[in-house]
Antibody, heavy 119, light 113 residues
Framework: QVQLVQSGSELKVPGASVKVSCKATGYTFTKYAINWVRQAPGQGLEWMGWIDTDTGNPMYAQGFRGRFVFSLDTSVSTAYLQISSLKAEDTAVYYC????????????WGQGTLVTVSS | DIVMTQSPDSLAVSLGERATFNCKSSQSVLYSSNNMNYLAWYQQKPGQPPKLLIYWASTRESGVPDRFSGSGSGTDFTLAISSLQAEDVAVYYCQQYYDTPFTFGPGTKVDIK
């Protein structure tokens, strides 16, 4: 069955970098874009952007340009989110989610990765 | 950007009773060329990722119980739970996928009265 499995929780100090992975199984990885969504503690969902898994072309939402990088390794059907120069306000659960294909709704989500930034 | 608002912020409904909540977009998410509303509803239970319930404003995702229904068009949408079950306690988010950035509403929290 279709699954997105993300890497485990991370604890980082301010200024460090983190790379979150999202491994896809059960479907052809390059057929559907992968989105990244942030959820700060106790808050709602914020779309960070997406990456075209066929071309590798990323699109970043305003507010996620510069320190955030989406990438792929199609040989292992995995998408990555890298955040550099981490700040305390980056503390959040980060989700990957694939689009359905018939439209850009998100029909499968990873379990989420908690990134905690604290000194 | 299309701004999504939801009301109420929270509601408590007795088991077996009907729950309805609303979502409004700052501009129409109805695409005229195909007459489809680019609006989805997600359910998020504590400690879990969101789950797609409804898309195209009224199409239930496979496996979603038929007590969940979506309606509306243009800028005003409603999600209804016809007979609330204990497992429906969650936060419900609407999302537009009409245009990037894809935006979510702030959510409606549903509890048992």
């Amino acid at each position: 069955q279709v699954q997105l499995v993300q890497s485990g929780s991370e604890l980082k100090v301010p200024g460090a970098s983190v790379k979150v992975s999202c491994k896809a199984t059960g479907y052809t990885f390059t057929k559907y874009a992968i989105n990244w969504v942030r959820q700060a503690p106790g808050q709602g969902l914020e779309w960070m952007g997406w990456i075209d898994t066929d071309t590798g072309n990323p699109m970043y939402a305003q507010g996620f340009r510069g320190r955030f990088v989406f990438s792929l390794d199609t040989s292992v059907s995995t998408a990555y989110l890298q955040i550099s120069s981490l700040k305390a306000e980056d503390t959040a659960v980060y989700y990957c989610a694939k689009i359905q294909g018939g439209g850009n709704m998100f029909d499968q989500w990873g379990q989420g990765t908690l990134v905690t930034v604290s000194s | 950007d299309i701004v999504m608002t939801q009301s109420p912020d929270s509601l408590a409904v007795s088991l077996g009773e009907r729950a309805t909540f609303n979502c409004k977009s700052s501009q129409s998410v109805l695409y005229s060329s195909n007459n489809m509303n680019y609006l989805a509803w997600y359910q998020q239970k504590p400690g879990q990722p969101p789950k797609l319930l409804i898309y195209w404003a009224s199409t239930r995702e496979s496996g979603v119980p038929d007590r969940f229904s979506g309606s509306g068009s243009g800028t005003d949408f409603t999600l209804a739970i016809s007979s609330l079950q204990a497992e429906d306690v969650a936060v419900y988010y609407c999302q537009q996928y009409y245009d990037t950035p894809f935006t979510f509403g702030p959510g409606t929290k549903v509890d048992i009265k």
